[in-house]
């Protein structure tokens, strides 16, 4: 066998276990940011002294204020067309 082959075989071999661990604690990272996020925002909502129903009330409204407001765009856009 070509002795440049193993060399390059080995240093495959090498890369795959780096790549692994790398995505494994890219993983864990990605966990542990999440976490941080979510405690940031419970930290907020319970600053403001909302309730979980409050909460959810608020983000639909938000929710459909952004849809009126998309529409409205696209009418305005229609309209100068």
């Known amino acids: 066998m070509n002795p440049k082959f193993k060399k390059i ?8 276990e780096k790549i692994s661990a790398l995505q494994n604690r890219q993983k ?27 909460l959810s009330a608020l983000m639909k409204a938000s929710r459909e204020n952004r849809l ?8 305005e856009h229609h309209e100068e067309i």
């Open 9 to 16: 075989d080995a240093e495959y071999a090498k890369n795959t």
């Open 28 to 54: 864990e990272l990605e966990k542990q940011r999440r976490e941080l996020e979510n405690l940031d925002i419970v930290g907020l909502v319970r600053g403001m002294g909302m309730t979980a129903e409050e």
């Open 68 to 75: 009126v407001s998309d529409q409205n765009k696209q009418e």
